[in-house]
Each structure stands twice: as structure tokens, then as C-alpha cells.
């Protein structure tokens, strides 16, 4: 089976680690498939997609963009083209779907109508697949985690594991497991339905670290920890 984490942040957006640390990190861990996701952007995956071309150890990319809505985030993943942010939901699933796109709703129950779009708008349809695994290091979405396993049961739609990583050292704390290790397996198996989420406890000292870094970067975390 492969493994792709389908979630992660670079410092095109907030990560604090840049496209090449991430990739990096994720051939550490096995990974065959890294879906870029930075947010409102495609910067950081199309950077991350020349890195991967020009070194075949690295994990393959997606390209990929976490979306700002008016009622949550979205991810879209096989982009080639930004998508403008702020616009409702369903829309940037339109759009995303327009360009071949798949469309994720991510963390769907963690702040819904904030961060998480919810179960109404997923019940409408038009999403691809579901996060059921988000990787962040937080109670509040521990949580918000099993809500949307118990909420995906209802909606049945494909799977997803994503780290959320915004530094290396979250990469593959979630992730999505397929049958195959290219990121054309992994659409396939998507789209099929044949995926599976996963994700795993961090080592202390790579929790520790995970925090400290990110929280350099944004202080608020230490004030508002998720």
C-alpha cells in the first residue's frame, strides 16, 4: 500500500518549513505521495512539484490548495489554476471541479462554518472526498476527528488523512493509504472509494518540537492552543 499525506502547509503560507524540508521529511517517513495544500495559494505545491521532477527520491506532489470560503475550508487537489478565495463553498467545488480538481472537505466538524464547512453542506453533495484523519496535535480536534468518522458514515464518501502539517516535523502524523505510489494511483483509488485514513500518536520530542517551531512563527498558538 501507499502512503500520501494530503495536507500540509509550507511557508508560502504559514508553514514554517519551506517545500524541499517537507518533501524531505516525507521521504523519511515512507511517503509516496505529498499533496501540497497551502492556503489560498498554489506557490508552494507547483515549487514542491519542480523540486520532485528534478530528484526522483523525493516523494511525488499534488498539487493542491486549501481554500478559504464563506462557510469553511476546502481543499482542492489536482489544481493548476489559483481559485479565488471568500466565495461560498459550493462554488469553489465548482471551480475546482473545472479544472479536474477534487474537492476535500477538510476538518469538516472542527469550527464549523469557520474552518469546518459541516454537515449540512456536505450532505448537499458536490464534495469528493471527506478528511477523517487531520494530523494537528490538538484535543479540539481529536475530537473533531471522530465526529466526522461518525459524520462520513452518514455521507459516504471517499476518505482522507492529512497531517495538516505547517512544519516538517508533522509530516505523515495523518495520512491516507492506497493502493499503488503515484499520485494517478492515488486519484484512482479516490475516486473509487478505496482508501483508508490513518493516523498516529508523536513522539513527545517531536510534539515538542512540532510546537515550538510553529509557535515561533505564530504566538497566538501558545495564548489559543486549538
Given at each position: 500500500m501507499g502512503?500520501?499525506?494530503?495536507?500540509?502547509?509550507?511557508?508560502a503560507?504559514?508553514?514554517?518549513?519551506?517545500?524541499?524540508?517537507?518533501?524531505?521529511?516525507?521521504?523519511?517517513?515512507?511517503?509516496?505521495?505529498?499533496?501540497?495544500?497551502?492556503?489560498?495559494?498554489?506557490?508552494?505545491?507547483?515549487?514542491?512539484?519542480?523540486?520532485a521532477a528534478r530528484?526522483?527520491?523525493?516523494?511525488?506532489?499534488?498539487?493542491g490548495a486549501?481554500?478559504?470560503?464563506?462557510?469553511?475550508?476546502?481543499?482542492g487537489l489536482f489544481l493548476e489554476e489559483p481559485i479565488p478565495r471568500w466565495r461560498p463553498a459550493r462554488e469553489?467545488?465548482?471551480r475546482i471541479h473545472e479544472q479536474g480538481g477534487l474537492a476535500v472537505a477538510v476538518h469538516p466538524c472542527w469550527r464549523p462554518g469557520r474552518h469546518g464547512v459541516g454537515r449540512e453542506l456536505l450532505e448537499l453533495g458536490g464534495f469528493d472526498a471527506v478528511e477523517v484523519r487531520n494530523g494537528a496535535p490538538a484535543p479540539s480536534m481529536w475530537?473533531?476527528?471522530?465526529?466526522?468518522?461518525?459524520?462520513?458514515r452518514d455521507v459516504q464518501l471517499p476518505v482522507t488523512g492529512g497531517s495538516d502539517a505547517h512544519g516538517r516535523l508533522g509530516v505523515g502524523w495523518?495520512?491516507?493509504?492506497?493502493?499503488?505510489?503515484?499520485p494517478d494511483d492515488l486519484r484512482r483509488e479516490l475516486e473509487a472509494g478505496r482508501t483508508r485514513a490513518r493516523g498516529?500518536?508523536?513522539?513527545?520530542w517531536a510534539l515538542a518540537g512540532y510546537v515550538v517551531s510553529v509557535a515561533a512563527r505564530h504566538p497566538w498558538l501558545l495564548r489559543n492552543p486549538f
Open positions: 502512503l500520501a499525506d494530503l495536507h500540509c502547509h509550507t511557508t503560507s504559514d508553514g514554517v518549513s519551506p517545500p524541499r524540508a517537507m518533501l524531505e521529511a516525507g521521504r523519511r517517513r515512507g511517503l509516496a505521495v505529498v499533496a501540497i495544500t497551502d492556503h489560498n495559494t498554489l506557490r508552494g505545491a507547483l515549487a514542491a512539484r519542480e523540486l530528484d526522483p527520491s523525493l516523494p511525488r506532489v499534488v498539487v486549501e481554500m478559504t470560503t464563506r462557510h469553511g475550508h476546502v481543499v469553489t467545488v465548482e475530537r473533531a476527528n471522530r465526529r466526522a468518522a461518525r459524520l462520513e495523518a495520512l491516507t493509504e492506497f493502493a499503488g505510489s503515484t498516529r500518536v508523536p513522539a513527545p
